[in-house]
């Protein structure tokens, strides 16, 4: 979470003459570090007006499909007969909100709640049935929607009925694509204010997400990760370019994925993570270093988290000359991070 022009306590800091007026800020990965930056992780909250909404009773509204009874008298109801399916008896509101019922004839229901509805027709039928014992029931919902967007197996249009529908379960019928999905990069999108939530980091500890419940209209989209990599070079297995899936990949977790090297048997060996080289031409890159030789390096690891973006460089220990290295290296991923960027957008076109 730190970004280049944060502040760095001293004892972080590496003392590098070849660093000063370099591309880069080396920043030392300790204890501390790891601390500060899950301490702003842990400081993510849901905005307030989010948790304030508390759905209403269902309002009904245009092209529903509703099942109005009159209790002892069949012909109200079922004017079909009884054997025509329910179905077939239902009364669909017009695009007008209004609706046509024997004896009272038009009816202006778009807004109103079922009981509402059910009060206005069995005042009007009282005029010609003593003691009418009206009952509304919806069969089909329709005029109410929720649109989902992104990486969802289900992606589309979810109709909004009588139940209460949190944002929780809403994404479980969703169904979230694991192999595509950015689950740090949730975005509700509410009376034409945009929302931006960390799925996976509000789930995964203590939060209120669970009261967080849908408005008719909601527009709820799960980013994609295809734009959203790690890059992992220098002295490893595997290198290359690994999908960011959720907020909480650590740095071994990321060695771990290319076949190592792992931090206990990097004999000789140091591991970077660079950060902020999409922002290069305004500000500096960050480096992160770790030692692996360290008796604390597969803690220290563990717990670091990565970002979209990071390039991950493990090489020989007691590299000095900075500005060589960087000088090679932050080419290489700036022309590879550009081609990514560049198929994703031809995709996203097509």
């Known amino acids: 979470m730190f970004s280049p022009g944060m502040h760095m306590d001293t004892d ?3 003392s590098q003459d070849s660093a000063e007026n370099s591309m880069v800020e080396m920043v030392q990965i300790t204890p501390k ?8 992780r842990n400081g993510l909250t849901i905005p307030q007006e989010l948790l304030d909404y508390i759905p209403e009773n269902y309002r009904i ?5 509703l099942f109005i009874t009159v209790w002892d008298h069949p012909e109200l109801t079922i004017p079909g007969g009884q054997q025509q399916p329910t179905s077939a008896n239902a009364r669909v509101v017009r695009d007008d909100g209004t609706l046509f019922y024997p004896f009272i004839g038009n009816v202006h229901v778009a807004g109103k709640t079922l009981e509402e509805l059910r009060e206005i027709i069995a005042t009007r039928l009282a005029r010609y049935i003593e003691q009418p014992q009206v009952d509304v029931n919806v069969l089909e919902y329709n005029s109410q929607k929720i649109y989902f967007s992104g990486a969802f197996q289900n992606a589309g249009i979810m109709p909004v009925n009588a139940q209460r529908l949190t944002l929780l ?10 192999q595509r999905a950015d689950l740090s990069n949730l975005t509700l999108i509410r009376d034409g204010q945009t929302y931006q ?15 967080v419940y849908l408005k008719p209209g909601d527009k709820v989209h799960m980013g994609v990760n295809d734009a959203r990599k790690i ?9 290359g370019a690994i999908p960011y899936r959720t907020s909480k990949m ?3 977790e990321v060695l771990g994925t290319v076949g190592g090297p792992s931090p206990l048997s990097s004999s000789g060996k140091e591991i970077y993570v660079i950060r902020g080289i999409d922002n290069l031409e305004t500000e500096k890159a960050t480096v992160f270093q770790l030692n692996a030789q360290s008796p604390s390096a597969f803690i220290l690891a563990n717990r670091f988290e990565m970002q979209p973006q990071d390039v991950v460089f493990v090489g ?3 590299i000095t000359r900075w500005n060589r290295v960087i000088s090679q290296l932050l080419p290489t991923a700036t022309i590879l991070y550009t081609g990514a960027r560049t198929d994703d957008e031809i995709r996203s076109n097509n």
Do not use: C, K
């Open 250 to 252: 650590t740095l071994s």
């Open 12 to 14: 972080r800091l590496i």
């Open 231 to 239: 890059l992992v070079m220098g002295e490893i297995t595997r290198p």
């Open 316 to 318: 020989a220990a007691g």
């Open 197 to 211: 939530l960390d799925y996976d980091r509000l789930t995964s500890n203590t939060s209120r997400i669970g009261e």
């Open 61 to 65: 509204g245009a092209n529903d499909a």
């Open 169 to 178: 379960q809403a994404i479980g019928q969703a169904d979230i694509d694991p």
């Open 33 to 40: 570090l790891i601390a500060q930056d899950q301490a702003v």
